[in-house]
């Protein structure tokens, strides 16, 4: 789409976008504090907030916003409350800057941090998520205790040396969430995700403030949930083209341990005067045996299914920019909106 001169002078440079869930109390001081960190910054901004189904008067609140600064202020109206991952899609799909912020509207993160978050990308960084300091002071340890763990264990499993993957304030390069696509709750493993798509994400140490209003909007299930988004991202990080490396090795460590079991009861039977046709032992690996066939078959059937689709893929959708000498200037790479 080609847009008019008056839309690109009017493009705004930095985007933030807030997720909103029944947060009434603190949009009216947040704004303020947007306010009065982003008018002082030569790049212009917009800001964009998603309410994603809020029951009180957020959503008023908000609009009042849209009538004081028409020209920097978008409201988005989600139809239900579809999660913070959706609110995030719908946001990433609507902004116009280069730049990009994710915040949340509780007033725990701190709008005069984000020069600090800029200067950090200027290094030469695609995504840079916020460190939330002294956290054990501002936070129960009903959450900071479950945060610790999980950041471990995605650090352990994914590489990723990030120690605070959960915070909400991140800034983001266009590319970062034009590539990385959210559902279910992976807005979590946002840094793990861009990590394996091959951006450089770092993080940077940022101020914490306690929560003045209401209450957190997630309770201890979530550290389950996130169990399961962990194992989720990391196998379409990891496995995505070639599932049959993970399903084959389950297999083999399945069909093996069966195979070892079977050749020593056939030992038994032939070397001794004992009966293996009665022992749970034989039930065991003949049954470790068949689930590893079936998890091998498994993989075999999903890497035709991976074969398909990529055959479908445009191969440059994987390419970010290229660079030309100048013998090759007449035929510039076109990169992708």
């Given at each position: 789409?080609?847009?008019?001169?008056?839309?690109?002078?009017?493009?705004?440079?930095?985007?933030?976008?807030?997720?909103?869930?029944?947060?009434?109390?603190?949009?009216?001081?947040?704004?303020?504090?947007?306010?009065?960190?982003?008018?002082?910054?030569?790049?212009?901004?917009?800001?964009?907030?998603?309410?994603?189904?809020?029951?009180?008067?957020?959503?008023?609140?908000?609009?009042?916003?849209?009538?004081?600064?028409?020209?920097?202020?978008?409201?988005?109206?989600?139809?239900?409350?579809?999660g913070k991952s959706a609110a995030l899609m719908v946001g990433f799909?609507?902004?116009?800057?280069?730049?990009?912020?994710?915040?949340?509207?509780?007033?725990?993160?701190?709008?005069?941090?984000?020069?600090?978050?800029?200067?950090?990308?200027?290094?030469?960084?695609?995504?840079?998520?916020?460190?939330?300091?002294?956290?054990?002071?501002?936070?129960?340890?009903?959450?900071?205790?479950?945060?610790?763990?999980?950041?471990?264990?995605?650090?352990?499993?994914?590489?990723?040396?990030?120690?605070?993957?959960?915070?909400?304030?991140?800034?983001?390069?266009?590319?970062?969430?034009?590539?990385?696509?959210?559902?279910?709750?992976?807005?979590?493993?946002?840094?793990?995700?861009?990590?394996?798509?091959?951006?450089?994400?770092?993080?940077?140490?940022?101020?914490?403030?306690?929560?003045?209003?209401?209450?957190?909007?997630?309770?201890?299930?979530?550290?389950?949930?996130?169990?399961?988004?962990?194992?989720?991202?990391?196998?379409?990080?990891?496995?995505?083209?070639?599932?049959?490396?993970?399903?084959?090795?389950?297999?083999?460590?399945?069909?093996?341990?069966?195979?070892?079991?079977?050749?020593?009861l056939s030992l038994v039977w032939l070397f001794t005067d004992n009966?293996?046709?009665?022992?749970?032992?034989?039930?065991?690996?003949?049954?470790?045996?068949?689930?590893?066939?079936?998890?091998?078959?498994?993989?075999?059937?999903?890497?035709?299914?991976?074969s398909i689709e990529r055959n479908r893929e445009d191969p440059t959708?994987?390419?970010?920019?290229?660079?030309?000498?100048?013998?090759?200037?007449?035929?510039?790479?076109?990169?992708?909106?």
């Amino acid at each position: 789409m080609i847009m008019g001169l008056g839309e690109l002078m009017n493009q705004p440079s930095i985007s933030i976008i807030i997720p909103v869930y029944n947060e009434e109390q603190s949009l009216a001081p947040l704004f303020e504090r947007l306010q009065n960190s982003l008018d002082g910054l030569v790049q212009s901004y917009e800001l964009i907030f998603v309410d994603d189904g809020s029951t009180d008067n957020s959503l008023e609140i908000m609009q009042g916003f849209v009538n004081q600064r028409p020209q920097q202020v978008v409201v988005v109206e989600q139809v239900s409350n579809l999660g913070k991952s959706a609110a995030l899609m719908v946001g990433f799909a609507i902004a116009r800057g280069d730049v990009l912020f994710t915040m949340d509207a509780d007033l725990q993160d701190d709008p005069d941090e984000i020069p600090t978050l800029l200067a950090k990308l200027d290094e030469g960084y695609d995504l840079v998520t916020g460190l939330r300091s002294n956290r054990g002071n501002n936070d129960p340890i009903g959450k900071t205790f479950p945060s610790k763990v999980a950041n471990r264990l995605t650090r352990t499993l994914s590489g990723v040396p990030l120690r605070d993957m959960n915070s909400g304030f991140k800034c983001y390069r266009r590319e970062v969430v034009k590539t990385v696509k959210l559902h279910s709750d992976l807005h979590r493993y946002i840094p793990v995700l861009a990590y394996y798509h091959g951006f450089k994400v770092t993080e940077v140490p940022i101020k914490h403030h306690p929560r003045q209003y209401g209450c957190s909007k997630y309770g201890a299930g979530r550290f389950i949930r996130s169990l399961f988004d962990l194992v989720t991202v990391l196998f379409l990080s990891r496995y995505r083209y070639r599932p049959l490396h993970m399903f084959g090795t389950v297999g083999l460590l399945f069909a093996g341990s069966g195979l070892l079991i079977s050749f020593y009861l056939s030992l038994v039977w032939l070397f001794t005067d004992n009966p293996i046709g009665s022992r749970p032992l034989l039930m065991l690996g003949v049954l470790l045996i068949i689930t590893g066939t079936q998890f091998i078959l498994m993989g075999l059937v999903a890497d035709l299914i991976v074969s398909i689709e990529r055959n479908r893929e445009d191969p440059t959708s994987t390419v970010r920019r290229v660079h030309r000498g100048r013998e090759y200037e007449e035929q510039p790479y076109v990169e992708k909106d």
